[in-house]
């Protein structure tokens, strides 16, 4: 009887003993499309304005790498503190304070690991999910051999994406190396390059003065291409090449379209 009522039990299970009913396929559950969103660089402010709407905190060490090293650690901290306590748990982290001089000469990950060491005791280090190595490095006289090694050094000593920007046009040091790779050219609409199948583009749109670009296209490039990362070029206030002081999207009445193109990416 026990084995009767076994195999009862294994032919309901499948549908009922002899029935030939086909039964509807289960469609795979496929992975949605996820493009981080958020500013380049973090100003004071920023994080409680943009909380928000931003999928990740980007703490840049803007500053003096040789007089404000410590500085610039203790500010990311600061940042990446506020940005938990606030519900972001995504971190981009800027390391070239702590692997190159000013004339990015390559000076290794010593320092990049002490300051991991610090990180994991303040139990922030699980934050970060991609290392910022140098900003435009074809534009700090950075060679490919450079940031090659660069690129490939960093990751090995902390295992996470390696993300860099380069400028609108010329050369791109290092891009073989780097996993997440973006172009910026304000005011020209989503910048394309020509990228691995394992490495994912990132789009960078000028929503500062003067260039007041608007995020849409950039939210539908993302969308429809292996975009990983759409960066908000810039909150904060600050001074153009040219020396003229400019607005950022903060202040210049785009952060509304900006608060929606997070919203439309799901940050």
């Given at each position: 009887m026990r084995l009767l009522l076994l195999v009862a039990l294994l032919l309901s299970a499948c549908g009922g003993g002899g029935?030939?009913?086909?039964?509807?396929?289960?469609?795979?559950?496929?992975?949605?499309?996820?493009?981080?969103?958020?500013?380049?660089?973090?100003?004071?402010?920023?994080?409680?304005?943009?909380?928000?709407?931003?999928?990740?905190?980007?703490?840049?060490?803007?500053?003096?790498?040789?007089?404000?090293?410590?500085?610039?650690?203790?500010?990311?901290?600061?940042q990446m503190q506020e940005a938990r306590a606030r519900g972001i748990n995504r971190i981009i982290l800027s390391t070239g304070f702590l692997t190159f001089d000013s004339q990015c000469n390559w000076l290794g990950t010593k320092d990049l690991l002490l300051f991991k060491i610090q990180l994991d005791a303040l139990d922030l280090s699980r934050m970060v999910v991609m290392l910022y190595p140098m900003d435009e490095p074809e534009n700090h006289g950075c060679s490919g051999a450079t940031m090659a090694q660069a690129f490939m050094q960093t990751r090995a000593a902390w295992t996470l994406p390696i993300g860099v920007i380069y400028g609108p046009n010329g050369?791109?040091?290092?891009?073989?190396?780097?996993?997440?790779?973006?172009?910026?050219?304000?005011?020209?609409?989503?910048?394309?390059?020509?990228?691995?199948?394992?490495q994912h583009l990132m789009l960078i749109a000028g929503g500062a003065n003067p260039y007041r670009e608007g995020p849409q296209a950039f939210v539908d490039y993302a969308k429809a291409n292996n975009v990983s990362v759409l960066w908000a070029f810039l909150f904060v206030p600050y001074t153009d090449p040219q020396g003229k002081p400019q607005l950022g999207i903060g202040a210049n009445g785009m952060l509304p379209a900006y608060n929606a193109a997070g919203d439309a990416l799901g940050a």
């Open positions: 029935s030939s009913s086909p039964q509807t396929p289960v469609a795979p559950v496929v992975a949605p499309h996820v493009v981080d969103f958020g500013y380049f660089g973090t100003g004071d402010g920023q994080i409680a304005a943009t909380a928000g709407h931003v999928s990740f905190v980007h703490a840049v060490d803007w500053g003096d790498w040789a007089k404000d090293r410590e500085a610039i650690k203790a500010r990311i901290i600061a050369p791109t040091p290092g891009i073989d190396q780097a996993t997440d790779v973006g172009r910026d050219n304000y005011g020209h609409g989503p910048q394309a390059l020509n990228l691995r199948p394992d």
